[in-house]
Structure formats: structure tokens, C-alpha cells
């Protein structure tokens, strides 16, 4: 279901220019007996007059606008693309629309009858991830002398999500000889280390490693190998820690990019890993992606063993710590939930990056000023 919002016809710039002058000149020329101003004001107030009159029926034309992709990492461009169509029955006059979410304003001609137009797509950058519900677009309607301006919105806003942006990076604390094989296989035979389970068609954002090209050719469509992960294989659990009394300026966002690259980066090495926040648990890339695009700080004061989950009885398993500042005792109590862990990693965003880090065997503890510092540390595979 559309919705429909109509503004009212409000002066421009130049129209309350008029206005004013039209207010000061009829006056001050009826008092100093000056027919010309006269004239000039009445003239200016005629000018308004039919504007109003060319503005106040509403354009019979309606734009619909959508973005690709709908789903973007931090600082990346979707492509806007918007559709004018006229569901009247006459042939409409020049429109413009706006576009409230980026002040951009496009000159739109004349559609006929049942007819559309599609305006050129622009790119639209979004710098800051979270969930955006951008309004929909304005068809206005400008008099001849650009004295007043009226426009109507039609349908629902525009959903972007952008999610944080993702540094490939090695998993801390995780075997990278335990990833999954991702040689080719014939139907039926097995990997190394992981089972080969069945054959599927492409999705986008599948690893191109995993195209069965033999099968593919005999198919037409590319098909892609579907392995499965044995359940002793050695894992991680991410936990994000969103007290905000941990955290300075604009430093969450950066724990939040901590987060997303070790867990991104081991679930698509093949690593079984899962992240853990306040609005649940997360194990495929784009769960994980969906959950750490709106997650925020919350006011509770809790040290680090308060949030650390219970360790997963089936297989060995890394856990690791994205936090911010850390007490110098905190490492010490997590080192008493350390044995029913294969490793305990702490990586702590804090401006104060210079500050040694404490540490208590065998946790150990990394400070780092951002995620680029957490890419060079942790290099890239």
C-alpha cells in the first residue's frame, strides 16, 4: 500500500523577495502620489497571484525511486534510479522532482498519457552504517516565474542498509590449516577436511573457488559445490562488548569494524565461527553483517567475565574479546574462564594506544587505536 503526502504551495526565495516589495512599494507610492511604484508593487502582487493559482492544483505525475544495492558496506555508492509516470488521462506539463534525502533536484518533462520517464541515476554515497529510511522523492510544481513551489510524495521510503565495512584479515587464535579445503573435487569425493555435500546453483557472493565447472558446462548455469563442515572442527566465538563506558568518540564504530572482520573473515575462510551481542547470536556472514549494522552502546557497567559465554562442549574454540578500555585486574578475571577455552583473545580499542596492555596468562591482550590498526597487526591473508 502507497501512502501520498502533499505539501502546500510555499513561496520561493525570489517570491518572498516579491512579496516584500510588493508590500513596500504599493504603499509608499500611494503616499508620496507616485503612480509608478504603484504600479510596480501591484504588478508584483499579480505575478504572485497567478503563480499561486498555476501551483495550487497538485502535478498528476508520480515518481517511484529505489537504490542498488539496497544492502552496502560503510562509504560504499548505491545507484539511485527514479521512474516518473503519469497515471492520468492528459498529457502532464514540465515537473521537478526532489529528492529530500540528497537535496537533489531533477527537471522532468512532459509524460504523456499512461506514460514514463526514467531520469538519469545518480550515485548516492553512504558513509555511516545503520539501517536508513530515506523519505520519498517530491514531484513540485514551479509557477512560470519561479515565484512558489508545491510538491507531492508518493509510496513508502526507501530502506538502505549499510552494513560495517569488512577487512579480510587472518582469525586470531584460530589454526588457519584447519580452514576448510577448497580444491576442486568430483561429485562424491572428499576433501581433507571437509565433506563434499551437494550441488547448488550460484548465489551472489559465492566464493568462486567452489564452481563445479564440469557441472556448470553440462547444465548451462554455474552450479557451486556445497561442503560440509565437520562439527569437530576448531571454531571461534566473537563477543562484542557494548558498554558505553568503555568507549570514546566514534571508537564503537570502530570495534564494530574489529568485530566484523574476524568473524566475516573466519566464516568465510570456512572456520565455523558465531558472534554474540545484546540482540542475539549470528553464524552466516550476512546474519552477522545484519546484527552489527544496528547494534549500540548500552548503559550497563559490566567487566569482561560478565559477558563471556558458556564454551561450546563439541569442539575446541577460540574465544575473542572486542572491547574498548580494560581495567588492569580485568585480564586476570578472565583468565579463570580461560581453561574451558582453546585460546582467550582481548582486543581493546582505545585511543590510548601507546598505553601498554595488561595481560594475564593465558589470555592475551592486544590495544589497538582503530580497525586499520587491527588489519596491520593482524595481517592480511
Not at 141 to 150: E, I, S
Not at 295 to 312: D, E, H, K, M, S
Not at 348 to 363: K, L, Q
Amino acid at each position: 500500500m502507497t501512502g501520498r503526502r502533499r505539501t502546500r504551495p510555499r513561496l520561493t526565495r525570489t517570491g518572498r523577495r516579491v512579496l516584500a516589495a510588493a508590500a513596500l512599494l504599493v504603499p509608499a507610492g500611494a503616499v508620496a502620489d507616485y503612480p509608478e511604484l504603484v504600479t510596480i508593487g501591484l504588478a508584483g502582487a499579480l505575478a504572485l497571484g497567478y503563480g499561486l493559482l498555476r501551483t495550487v492544483v497538485p502535478p498528476q505525475v508520480r515518481a517511484e525511486r529505489r537504490f542498488e544495492p539496497g544492502r552496502l558496506p560503510e562509504g560504499g555508492s548505491a545507484r539511485c534510479r527514479v521512474t516518473v509516470s503519469n497515471p492520468g488521462r492528459r498529457r502532464s506539463g514540465p515537473a521537478e522532482v526532489v529528492d529530500p534525502a540528497t537535496a537533489t533536484s531533477l527537471r522532468v518533462p512532459a509524460v504523456p498519457p499512461g506514460g514514463r520517464h526514467e531520469v538519469e541515476p545518480y550515485e548516492v554515497v553512504f558513509e555511516r552504517r545503520g539501517v536508513h529510511r530515506l523519505p520519498p522523492p517530491l514531484v513540485g510544481r514551479a509557477d512560470p516565474f519561479g515565484l512558489w513551489r508545491q510538491g507531492v510524495a508518493h509510496g513508502q521510503p526507501s530502506v538502505v542498509t549499510v552494513h560495517p565495512r569488512v577487512h579480510p584479515v587472518l582469525v586470531p587464535g584460530v589454526d588457519r590449516t584447519a580452514a576448510p579445503s577448497r580444491r576442486a573435487t568430483r561429485a562424491g569425493a572428499v576433501s581433507d577436511d571437509s565433506s563434499f555435500h551437494t550441488l547448488r546453483p550460484y548465489e551472489p557472493g559465492d566464493d568462486h573457488r567452489l564452481i563445479h565447472w564440469m557441472s556448470s558446462a553440462r547444465t548451462g548455469d554455474l552450479m557451486v559445490r556445497e561442503e560440509r563442515v565437520p562439527p569437530s572442527r576448531p571454531g571461534c566465538v566473537v563477543v562484542l562488548d557494548t558498554g558505553a563506558h568503555r568507549y570514546g568518540p566514534e571508537l564503537f564504530d570502530e570495534a564494530v569494524r574489529v568485530a566484523a572482520a574476524i568473524c566475516v573473515s573466519a566464516i568465510r575462510s570456512g572456520v565455523p565461527a558465531s558472534l554474540r551481542g545484546p540482540a542475539g547470536t549470528a553464524t552466516s556472514e550476512t546474519a552477522v553483517l545484519d546484527l552489527l549494522t544496528t547494534v549500540t552502546t548500552g548503559p550497563a557497567r559490566r567487566g569482561l567475565p560478565a559477558i563471556v559465554p558458556p564454551a561450546p562442549p563439541a569442539a575446541p574454540t577460540a574465544l575473542i574479546l572486542v572491547t574498548g578500555r580494560i581495567e588492569a585486574d580485568e585480564p586476570a578475571a578472565l583468565a579463570r574462564t580461560a581453561p574451558a577455552w582453546a585460546a582467550v583473545h582481548v582486543v581493546a580499542v582505545d585511543a590510548d594506544e601507546s598505553a601498554p596492555a595488561p595481560a594475564a596468562a593465558p589470555v592475551s591482550v592486544v590495544r589497538v587505536g582503530g580497525s586499520a590498526d587491527f588489519v596491520r597487526l593482524w595481517r592480511r591473508p
